[in-house]
Each structure stands twice: as structure tokens, then as C-alpha cells.
């Protein structure tokens, strides 16, 4: 009895001592350090409620790295936890790492923003020939070419670079030059072939050389089968009915490497966000002249719609690499990036020398937990009175939501019920080809058509007559079947998002 008591006696003051020994580490914390810890917990909370396995976070200030840190599992399945060397693919994140690039290469005289692109790619090629002779190699990385998106011509494709950019002529533009801003990865794809051929070097090489390793970034590489080497990488997640599945890895962004095949971690990212804040120097190294990166920095498109969401937000405006617009006062630079299941964030202020990095491993979450991390964090650095952003973005994603809901609606209200196929379902069947959007096959099963396209299997669900809607990676988009004057049926048009109608013709 009295070793019981002892016992117990003995576990209270230990307890005791112990929570003595974390309030005295607590209070020797700096204030900053203090509101880091706490927010960390809040961070932990925003995860579970976002469906977010794991996160890496890094923080600058002043010249000196304030935070680097790993939340949550990269890997479900080993419950193996994140760490700021856990690398991550950042996607379009990567812009500014070719914009920067090019800025070395014009820092050299090899390259001057302003001269058409085909001064330095004679066998560039666009649909429409004034625009062809017109772009700039700054266009190529403002977003302001006249050329929509068409993702779909490389995404899950097998194509090589090479192969992508002799396809650019096949693409219609929707714009003209200068029009108006179209994101676009496919010019900045264009941007390292330029690369490429004025400096002798891959543009894989060349980042590598003139950008990875003077900035010390070791750990951070450019390629899958790079990254499948590395014993420290996270899995990407995606949500399927509530749960969440790996989303893999085969989107085949590396053949599109300068608009996103960067891989790095959150300690890595630190050194490129202190770079972008020392106006081009790391260290005791200028990697970039301060004007040139300034280039990058400098708005030369307006993004639209321009009206801000927030009171707290200006309008945002696309530099090369670098969005620009204003928080709660502050000249903000900013980037996203998505593949997969991946969705990072980089954000600078220039005049208050604060850099951001957010890197995460779950679309389920889209970009709303980033936004929530990194203006959460921002508000609590700038010693700012709190916004509720976790409770804005939910609002948002309902408002989506919403959206999507009434669009699907007014569609299935549009639907002539009982409306068959004009023809045979063998008729459909056949291969489909488009010179830059590759092989279309389309084939019956018990489930009725199916396609196969850039090795992806998809459902095709009937509408009416001979409109479908298609499934899986093709999810929801319009997919008619066109006959010819004799009947036959001829061609399949598929309305791509941000690419517009796009027509395979039948082969066999």
C-alpha cells in the first residue's frame, strides 16, 4: 500500500515537473516563436478539417529562414510523417524557376525580352501566322500569347517536348496577342526550348547549373524518376466518395518541364524564396542581376475578372513567373501550383522582406487550404487583427459547389429524354485523330462506349441523340459525334475547358 502511494505520489510531481519544465520552454519562446507554435496547432486542426495528410511549410524574414516544418504523413499507408526535407512536385511553382532562367541568359546578352520568339526558334510555329512572327519571349511567360491552355494535349500523354512543340501549329488561338491574359503551360514549355537552343543546355541542365546549385537548393530535382530515387517524398491524395485514394503520378508534366516539373521541399524552397527577396543574391552570390529579376517581378498583364474577392485584396495582375496584387495593404508576389494531388504556394512581400512557402499533398483541399495557411500566417507576421480565412474559403467552396450543382441542373434540363443514337453503336466505334491531341479509340463494352486517350480508359455516358458526357478524365465534359453529308459518321468533337471545341476525325 505505502509502495502504491509512493508510487502514485512520486507520478504527480514528475507530472508536476514536467508541466513546470514545458511552461518555463514555453515562456523563454520569442513572441514570434510563440504565435508559430500556436498557430501550428491551428494548422494540425485546418488539416484534418481540409482532408490535408501532411503539409511543409517554410517562412523567411530579413535574410534568415523563421520557420521550416513538416506536418502530417506523406504516406498514409507507412503513416511515414513529413519533414521539411520531404520533397514535394510544386508544379507551376517551377514558372519562376524558368523565368528566372531566362533572366540569367538576358543578364548575358543571349537574350532580349523584347525580340520575337522565332528570332531565337526559327521552327516555331503557331496556327496563326501574325501571331507567330509577333510573340515576344516575355509573352511566353506572361501568359499573354493569344494561345489557350489545351493541357490536354500533353497531359497523360506519352509525348516528348520535341513532339509537343512541333504540335503548337495544330492549336488555334482564341486570342490575339495582347488580348487578353490565358494561362497557358505550353508556351512556357516553349520558353525552355529557347532555353535550350541559346545556351547548348537542357533546360534541365541549365537550372540545375546556374540556378540549383549556387542557391544550395541539393535536394531538389526536375524529373519523376529523379524524385523515385529519393528515400523522402510524399504521395499525392485525392478524394473518392468521401475517402481519400493515391492520385499516382502520371500526368507526364516532365515532358512540359519548364511550366511545372520542379521538385523540391520546404527547405530548399526557403533558399529560392531568399533569393527572390535579396534582389537576385544568395548568399555572397549574384545569381541574378537585381534588373533583371525585377523584370520578373513587374506586372505586364491584367489578370480577369479584375474585381478583388476581399475587401482585404487588390486586383491581380501576371509578371513572368509571378502574379502581383496587394493584401490588406501590401505588395504581395504570388504562385500556385497543382498536379495530381499536389497543390503549393509561394508568396513574397518585396517591401516587408516576408517570403511563404506552403507545399501539400491532397486536391482535396483544392487551393483553399493554402489560402488559409498562408494569409493565416501573413496576418499573424504583420501582427494584423486575425480573419476568420478558414471560414471564408469554406464559404467559398460551398459557393463552388453551388455553382457546379446549377450547372448541372440547367444541363439535365436541356436533355431530350428517350433521344437514341442516330446510328448502329458499332458505327461509333473507330479511332480518332487530331495532329495535336493525338489518338482518340473509341470502342463498345457492357457499360455501352468507352474511349481510350493517352492511356486513360473512359466512360462515355449518353445524353441524347448522338451527344455524351464523358467520365474519369474527361469528367463531365461534352462529347458529340458528327456525320458527314452521307450519313457516316466522321469525326468526334470534345469541348475541352479552357481549350474550346476540338474535332478528331475518324481514321478507321
Not at 272 to 291: A, D, F, R, T, V
Amino acid at each position: 500500500m505505502k509502495k502504491l502511494l509512493y508510487s502514485i505520489v512520486l507520478g504527480i510531481i514528475l507530472s508536476f515537473i514536467g508541466q513546470v519544465s514545458y511552461a518555463q520552454k514555453v515562456s523563454k519562446l520569442s513572441e514570434t516563436e510563440l504565435a508559430l507554435h500556436n498557430m501550428q496547432g491551428k494548422i494540425y486542426g485546418w488539416m484534418t478539417e481540409w482532408k490535408v495528410p501532411g503539409c511543409a511549410i517554410s517562412i523567411v524574414k530579413d535574410g534568415q529562414v523563421l520557420w521550416s516544418v513538416g506536418l502530417g504523413q506523406k504516406n498514409t499507408t507507412t503513416k511515414q510523417t513529413v519533414t521539411p526535407q520531404t520533397l514535394f512536385p510544386i508544379a507551376s511553382c517551377s514558372k519562376s524557376f524558368t523565368a528566372a532562367a531566362m533572366a540569367i541568359l538576358v543578364d548575358e546578352g543571349k537574350v532580349d525580352w523584347n525580340k520575337p520568339v522565332k528570332y531565337y526558334l526559327p521552327d516555331f510555329e503557331l496556327n496563326d501566322t501574325e501571331a507567330e512572327h509577333t510573340v515576344m519571349v516575355k509573352d511566353l511567360l506572361s501568359h499573354r500569347t493569344g494561345l489557350p491552355r489545351h493541357d490536354f494535349v500533353w497531359l497523360y500523354s506519352s509525348l516528348d517536348r520535341k513532339a509537343i512543340f512541333k504540335s503548337l501549329k495544330y492549336l488555334t488561338l482564341s486570342k490575339k496577342p495582347y488580348e487578353q491574359y490565358q494561362y497557358n503551360n505550353l508556351m512556357y514549355m516553349v520558353a525552355g526550348v529557347l532555353i535550350e537552343r541559346v545556351s547548348g543546355m537542357t533546360w534541365e541542365k541549365f537550372v540545375e547549373e546556374r540556378l540549383l546549385k549556387p542557391l544550395k537548393m541539393n535536394q531538389t530535382v526536375l524529373t519523376y524518376p529523379e524524385l523515385f530515387k529519393s528515400t523522402d517524398y510524399a504521395k499525392s491524395y485525392r478524394k473518392q466518395e468521401e475517402q481519400l485514394v493515391e492520385a499516382g503520378f502520371g500526368s507526364n508534366v516532365d515532358a512540359i518541364g519548364p511550366a511545372g516539373a520542379v521538385k523540391s521541399n520546404a527547405e530548399d524552397m526557403s533558399h529560392w524564396l531568399l533569393m527572390q527577396l535579396q534582389q537576385g543574391k544568395y548568399e555572397s552570390q549574384q545569381i541574378i542581376s537585381s534588373k533583371s529579376l525585377k523584370e520578373n517581378h513587374i506586372p505586364l498583364t491584367v489578370v480577369y475578372p479584375t474585381e478583388a474577392k476581399y475587401p482585404e485584396l487588390g486586383f491581380t495582375t501576371y509578371g513572368m513567373g509571378w502574379n502581383q496584387n496587394v493584401y490588406r495593404g501590401a505588395q504581395r508576389l504570388q504562385h500556385n501550383g497543382s498536379i495530381e494531388g499536389f497543390r503549393s504556394q509561394m508568396t513574397l512581400f518585396p517591401n516587408n522582406n516576408i517570403g511563404i512557402f506552403i507545399t501539400t499533398n491532397s486536391s482535396a483541399a483544392d487551393y483553399y487550404f493554402v489560402n488559409v495557411v498562408t494569409n493565416s500566417l501573413t496576418d499573424m507576421l504583420f501582427n494584423l487583427p486575425e480573419i476568420d480565412w478558414n471560414g471564408r474559403m469554406k464559404q467559398e467552396k460551398a459557393d463552388v459547389v453551388f455553382a457546379e450543382e446549377k450547372k448541372m441542373k440547367e444541363q439535365n434540363a436541356n436533355r431530350i429524354l428517350f433521344a437514341s443514337m442516330s446510328h448502329n453503336i458499332d458505327n461509333y466505334t473507330g479511332i480518332y485523330e487530331h495532329p495535336a491531341y493525338g489518338i482518340l479509340q473509341i470502342y463498345k463494352s457492357d457499360k455501352g462506349l468507352m474511349a481510350k486517350y493517352h492511356n486513360q480508359t473512359i466512360e462515355l455516358v449518353h445524353f441524347h441523340y448522338d451527344y455524351f458526357l464523358g467520365k474519369d478524365m474527361l469528367d463531365n465534359m461534352p462529347i458529340q459525334f458528327m456525320t458527314n453529308f452521307k450519313g457516316a459518321i466522321d469525326q468526334v468533337q470534345i469541348d475541352f475547358p479552357n481549350a474550346g471545341i476540338i474535332q478528331f476525325l475518324k481514321k478507321q
